[in-house]
Structure formats: structure tokens, C-alpha cells
């Protein structure tokens, strides 16, 4: 086939199909006019390394892809020197992903200073582990008193340290899982108005407690504890670095579990949110809900209170 009928099939530019041509990527034959002759196999090349300059795979970083079809690989990433290039490929990205969140976290702190210097408003609290002395006290709406008693649903949820939990086949014995509505960010303002929703501030401090209180937790007969929000995974896992967790967090962006058991949401900034509630599940299921939850930075006090008394009632 010719030139265009390559390009076409590949769905590139002709001149794209040169450019691979001149750096040797692919050979085509000769006609017996002098014509360059394209293969089936010429343009599966040309289509495979489209394909992984789309995933951000510089034109010359493909030969050991094409080299492995050549090999007699059945696909181009058949052989360790593709899986090699995959990791490099993968090394870079996380390298300009710590660059440009380093300078972002620069041009935002400069932001927020440019943005307060000559205004008369004070700027919204950075220190996200202290807890303002007015915030409202929520009321309990009876939106969780159907959950005691409940057994938890087969329920895969993604954790920050890369496993998969599945809700109903939690380790023997007490699980701990503190829903939260969201955590905040250093370089990042609040949600406006979100000191004057009952119950929304506090989840950093209410992280803290229980990163504090761990041990104490697990030596209280508690097997694990989890966090969990409407949050992804990789913004949980800023979360779990920055306050140095030695727990995971559950991310539950679909809100599954809220739809399995009923849980209490609301709504801010236009999208919803979990309200903030512990459950303590024992064997699968619920045996006590704390709801509502304040104040959330003496939160994991409060576990631990009613887990002394329950011990002291078992005698």
C-alpha cells in the first residue's frame, strides 16, 4: 500500500508517517519503480506508536515496543524492556507531579497574600487542627438510629494504602469507621459558610484524635480503625501523608454506602457531602453509632469512654 493509505488506516498525516520512516521506526519496501511499498504490519506501527504518544511516550522512547513485535512478541508491551520504558514513563510523570504541586502550594500562598494585603478582611483560618471556640453544635435528627443492630453490606471500597477493602468481611472483633464530611487543605481556603454548618468543621482535628489515640484504640480491643469520606483516593492520601495516619481512608465517592445503609448527607458548595458519624462494628455488624459528633477533635476520647465502659459492664 501506499503512503496515504497507511496514513489513513492509522489515522495520522502523511508527513507523521515520513517522520517515523526517516527515524527508522519503520522500513518499507521498494517497488520495482522506486516506489515505497507499506506493509499491514508498516501501518499496525505506525497505529501502536500513535497509541503511545497518546500516553505521553516520546516518538523515539518507543523502539523497545517495537522492537518486541519484532522479537515476536504477540503485543508491544510482551517484553521487559516495554515494561521497563512503562516505569520510566511512569518515574517522569510522578517527578512533574512533585514539581507542580510544590509550585502550586508557591503561587497559592502568594495568591492568598496579594489577595489579603490591603483588605480590612481577615483572612480564613489556615490552621485547620484548631477548632474555632463558636462553631454550632449539631442536633441528632434520628437520621441514624435504624443502624445499630444493621449488618454491614458486601461493599468494596478503594483504601489510601492501595488495598481494597470489602465492608463485610472486616477482621474478628471491633472495627472503628469514622465517616467525615471532608478534609481541607493548607494552601486552600474552607468552603465558604463552612464554620456555620453544625457538625461540617473539625475533621482534620478529628484525624488527629484518632492518629493520637491509636494504640490506646487497638489496645482497647479494636482491630482496626478506618476513615472514610466522598473524597478520592489520591486527596485522602495528602490527607494520610501530611497528619502521618497510621490509618487508612476509605474513599466512597458514589456514596454507595450511604444508599446501602441510609446514612445522613448534606449538601454544600453544590455538591453533597457525608455527615459526620462513627460506627463501631463488631463481627460484621453495627453495634453502636455515634451521631452527632462533637466536639470532632475529642472524638476519639469519646470511643474510647464508651469502650472502658462497655468493658467495665462485661466485668
Request: glycine fraction near 8%.
Amino acid at each position: 500500500m501506499r503512503i496515504g493509505q497507511v496514513a489513513q488506516l492509522a489515522k495520522v498525516s502523511p508527513k507523521a508517517v515520513r517522520r517515523y520512516e526517516a527515524m527508522g521506526l519503520i522500513t518499507p519496501g521498494r517497488s520495482g519503480n522506486g516506489y515505497r511499498e507499506y506493509s499491514e504490519r508498516d501501518a499496525r506501527l505506525v497505529r501502536e506508536i500513535k497509541e503511545l504518544s497518546r500516553l505521553g511516550i516520546p516518538v523515539d522512547e518507543t523502539r523497545p515496543f517495537l522492537e518486541c513485535l519484532a522479537s515476536g512478541g504477540e503485543l508491544v508491551d510482551d517484553c521487559p524492556a516495554s515494561l521497563a520504558e512503562y516505569q520510566r514513563a511512569i518515574d517522569e510523570i510522578d517527578s512533574r507531579i512533585t514539581a507542580l504541586t510544590e509550585r502550586r502550594g508557591a503561587l497559592a500562598a502568594r495568591l492568598r497574600d496579594a489577595a489579603y494585603r490591603h483588605s480590612r478582611v481577615t483572612p480564613p483560618v489556615t490552621d485547620l487542627r484548631t477548632l474555632p471556640a463558636d462553631l454550632p453544635v449539631p442536633e441528632d435528627d434520628g437520621a441514624a438510629a435504624h443502624l445499630p443492630g444493621t449488618k454491614l453490606p458486601a461493599l468494596v471500597l478503594d483504601c489510601t494504602d492501595g488495598t481494597k477493602v470489602d465492608l463485610a468481611a472486616l477482621p474478628a472483633g471491633r472495627t472503628i469507621i469514622y465517616l467525615y464530611p471532608l478534609t481541607g487543605r493548607p494552601d486552600t481556603d474552607i468552603p465558604l459558610g463552612w464554620n456555620e454548618i453544625p457538625g461540617a468543621r473539625g475533621c482534620t482535628p478529628e484525624a488527629c484524635g484518632f492518629r493520637d489515640h491509636h494504640s490506646e484504640l487497638l489496645a482497647a480491643s479494636v482491630a482496626q480503625v478506618l476513615g472514610l469520606s466522598s473524597q478520592d483516593t489520591e486527596y485522602q492520601r495528602e490527607v494520610v501523608d501530611r497528619l502521618n495516619l497510621p490509618f487508612g481512608l476509605l474513599s466512597d465517592t458514589s456514596f454507595r454506602l450511604a444508599a446501602e445503609l441510609s446514612l445522613p448527607t448534606f449538601e454544600s458548595g453544590g455538591r453533597d457531602l457525608y455527615k459526620r458519624l462513627t460506627l463501631v462494628i463488631r463481627d460484621g455488624v453495627i453495634e453502636h453509632v455515634f451521631y452527632p459528633v462533637f466536639p470532632p477533635d475529642r472524638h476519639a476520647d469519646q470511643v474510647l469512654e464508651w469502650l472502658a465502659g462497655v468493658a467495665s459492664a462485661r466485668g
